[in-house]
C-alpha cells in the first residue's frame, strides 16, 4: 500500500514543468491528482466540488498571488504545502507564520513526501 494511497491532492501550479513533476510525485505515492490549476480562480473551483485531502500550492500564480486559496484551505483545516521560489505571500507569512514552506527548486518526491509527514504527524497544540 502506497503512503497516499487513495488522498486527492490539489496541485495548484502555473509552470507547466514543475506541475507535471509534482503529478507523477502524487501518483508514485498513490494518490489522486486533482488539477493542477494554474490559477487561484480555478484552484477555488476545485477546492468548492469537494473531495480535496490536501495540496501543494505555488505562491505565485498568473492571475495574483495564492493567498485567497491557503486562506480556504485553512478554513477548512486541509493540510497544505508552499512550494515556491519567493517565500509566501505577505499576508500569509505574517498572519500564519508557521505554514510549512518549500523553497524551490525541490524535487517533486520530497514536496509529496514533506506534505505526507506534514498529515501524518499529530496536531500541534497552541
Do not use: W, Y
Not at 67 to 82: H, N
Not at 92 to 118: F, N, S, W, Y
Amino acid at each position: 500500500m502506497a503512503v497516499a494511497d487513495k488522498l486527492s491532492i490539489l496541485i495548484v501550479e502555473d509552470d507547466p514543468i514543475i506541475a507535471l513533476g509534482l503529478e507523477m510525485a502524487v501518483k508514485d505515492s498513490g494518490g489522486i491528482v486533482v488539477g493542477p490549476a494554474d490559477t487561484v480562480v480555478h484552484a477555488l473551483e476545485l477546492i468548492a466540488l469537494g473531495g480535496i485531502h490536501a495540496a501543494v500550492i505555488d505562491a505565485n500564480l498568473i492571475d495574483r498571488d495564492v493567498a485567497p486559496v491557503a486562506l480556504v484551505l485553512l478554513e477548512q483545516a486541509l493540510p497544505f504545502v508552499v512550494h515556491t521560489g519567493t517565500g509566501p505571500p505577505v499576508v500569509l507569512a505574517e498572519r500564519h507564520p508557521d505554514l510549512p514552506v518549500i523553497m524551490k527548486p525541490t524535487d517533486p518526491g520530497q514536496v509529496i513526501a514533506r506534505l505526507l509527514r506534514d498529515m501524518a504527524a499529530p496536531p500541534s497544540r497552541s
